[in-house]
């Protein structure tokens, strides 16, 4: 495929970060979300992921890199200059956690039912993978593009421009994304230590100082077996848009023995999880990259994907860059945005069992074992040096570059793939090599700490007038909004009630088909 000439700029970026909020000390804040940040239910772009603690920043749709980080940047100044004396945490592995996990505040979103049914969710993840699992952090990149590449792609094709061969389409950059994924822990993994604190390390993880755990060659335990993986098993398909949403539907209305062990309720009649079944919601769901669709009032994450199909694709492989005041390089968002658009443009073949085995075994792997010397991979089920992988895979991203750089008349995203080149090639330290060398030298908590104190003169510069006097005016809405959703709440339908008649239009679905 000639990739100089295809429209390949202008496609919508958006970032998601999440980090923990830290004292002076490296130990979990023990607040509520600071309300000068508005409400945790109502505000679009600042909120929190599990815990009261777990702030998450949600930039905008946007068609640059520049303007994507700048607005994230922004956020998390704003964020960071009304927290008084604590701090945003780094890294992705997290700070000090309290002795006690029930002294991890879960989030509160208030009395309607939507809220309740979003505390109860994260309720059920304590009950099935523990508090302190969820106060993991990490980058999500969203991204779309431009609607002349899809006319474009189309045309080439011979076909004609539809959603459903948009869905075809998707579907095949997200298998790319499995295949390839290992590479993102290859080139910007950067958690291979975590305090000792974090209770699920402590059988399982070595010793690297008095106070610190580790695998001295994972590149990131965020994306390791000791990460974010469902404990149940079951498959997903990425052949066709409707395998995933008939067996992701099949996972959240299908009962799991080990959780129905837990029960629905506790002996005093309190919830402990939105159902026993595989999956309590979608978004349980843990996967290198998602399909998305923005949802609608009350839409469950299937239902959108099965009325409008896909809308972006959602990249969860990446680590917090605790380099970055932001959590995420400009460099790495225009490596990414290269990395999305190559997996798009490129089909991917329909997998078998052997393909979905091989690429979790290489994500896998690579996040516990990347930094041994001679690191090998499957292809195709021959083994191959990594490095030699990844150098073929830089190579072929940067005609991608080139086009980008083409269009908007500079050399940066052809310099982005060039540093990871250099690195790949032993030149200079990978992300996860340079973590791993400064963590050779001192505790995990003590390079926390001075990280988030390097980072506080970024956070702390002054925001320009018109973008602070937005983001205050959001807040205060935000908070008004959730108040008004209270005033509402007392006539609202009983929770059980709710909670009964909840997926719904999920079985209904199921039995049309």
Known sequence: MHIETLPLSGGHIGIERETLRSNADGELASSRHPEALGNVYTHPNITIDYGEAL??????PHHSPQAAYQQLLQLQQFSAQHLGAERHWPPSMPCRLPDNPEH??????GESNGGKLRRLYRIGLAYRYGRPMQMIAGVHFNYSPPPALWQALADREGVALSDDWKNVRYMSMLRNIQKHGWLICHLFG???????????AQNLLDRLHRRSLSWRNATTLRMSQLGYQNKVDFSVSFNHLYEYIRDLGTAVLTPAPQYEYFGLKDPAGNYRQISTHILQIANEYYSGARPKQPLKK??????????????????????????DPAGISLEQIRFLECFMLWCLINPCSPFDNSDYNEANHNRLRTACCGLSPDFQLFREQRQILARDWAAEILQALLPVAENLDHAAGSTDYQDAIARQIAANQGQSLRLPEQVQAELAEQEFLDWGIALQNRHQ??????????IAAQLQQQSRQSLQAFADIEAQAAQQIAFDDYLAHYFDPLAALFSKN
């Open 55 to 60: 702030l998450e920043f949600v930039s905008d």
């Open 104 to 109: 991890i505040d879960i989030g509160y979103f």
């Open 190 to 200: 950067a958690s291979p230590a975590v305090d000792e604190s974090f209770q699920p």
């Open 298 to 323: 009350g839409e469950l994450p299937v239902i959108a994907l099965h009325n409008r199909g896909i809308a972006y694709i959602e990249l969860r492989l990446l680590d917090s860059n605790p380099y």
């Open 457 to 466: 003169t970024a956070l702390s510069a002054p925001i320009p007038a018109n």
